[in-house]
């Protein structure tokens, strides 16, 4: 199995958008409406921030948005904020029950 | 509040077995259509997922680990553990373990993580 590519860093302005891709193939993100995202803080264990595709857990801002299009998710964090600028991991099922993980992205805020 | 805690050595020796427990508290282990499981985490690389168990029903795991990984339960303790056997310093991570409500695709809760090292 191989890992989903990320971009290795992403940057954007406070208050503007940033769109993070994560791109896989059609054995895992095209095959399947099971695609997560984590953020995560350094030192600290992940959060989880979309899940199926465009889900937000209870308590996650609107701000964090996710979509698919064919073998590639995107998360896009609009209205950028200091505490944004973290890594940030995709996930996607591939099929007999097996997970795969993206490469991860740093995202800037400058 | 759903609470998972991490122990085990933090340093293991090349070759031998490498074994994690994690402690639940706020839920029950046996709890129906809770998933538990462990991912790792490389220093300054990426998550990898290691292995989800459903209690009672099944055990999936990473295809690259699956010959050298198990992942038993402990419901008298309310534990579930990780061993992983003949390591290598390639397995040398923080480990975190977690908890999926439903659903294995996704996880809501996460230990905070331990760190284990393996010697040559």
């Known amino acids: 199995q191989s890992a989903l590519t990320q971009p290795p860093s992403a940057s954007g302005s406070p208050g503007q958008s940033v769109t993070i891709s994560c791109t896989g193939t059609?054995?895992?993100?095209?095959?399947?409406?099971?695609v997560s995202w984590y953020q995560q803080h350094p030192g600290k264990a992940p959060k989880l921030i979309i899940y199926?595709?465009?889900k937000r857990p209870s308590g996650v801002p609107d701000r964090f948005s996710g979509s698919k299009s064919g073998n590639t998710a995107s998360l896009t964090v609009s209205g950028l904020q200091a505490d944004d600028e973290v890594d940030y991991y995709c996930?996607?099922?591939?099929?007999?029950?097996?997970?795969?993980f993206g490469t991860g992205t740093k995202v800037t805020v400058l | 509040q759903l609470q998972l805690q991490e122990s085990g050595p933090g340093l293991v020796k090349a070759s031998e077995t490498l074994s994690l427990t994690c402690t639940v508290s706020?839920?029950?282990?046996?709890?129906?259509?809770?998933?538990w499981g462990w991912f790792r985490q490389p220093p300054g690389k990426g998550l990898e997922w290691i292995g989800t168990?459903?209690?009672?029903?099944?055990?999936y795991y990473n295809p690259s680990l699956k010959s050298r990984v198990t992942i038993p339960v402990d419901t008298s303790q309310n534990q579930f553990s990780l061993k992983l056997t003949s390591v290598t310093a390639a397995d040398t991570a923080v480990y975190y373990c977690?908890?999926?409500?439903?659903?294995?695709?996704?996880?809501?809760?996460w230990g905070q993580g331990t760190l284990v090292t393996v010697s040559s």
């Open positions: 996930s996607s099922y591939a099929g007999s029950n097996n997970w795969v």
């Open positions: 168990i459903y209690y009672r029903a099944s055990t």
């Open positions: 977690v908890m999926a409500p439903g659903s294995p695709h996704s996880y809501d809760y």
């Open positions: 706020g839920d029950s282990i046996s709890s129906s259509n809770h998933y």
């Open positions: 059609s054995s895992d993100i095209g095959g399947y409406n099971y």
């Open positions: 199926g595709v465009s």
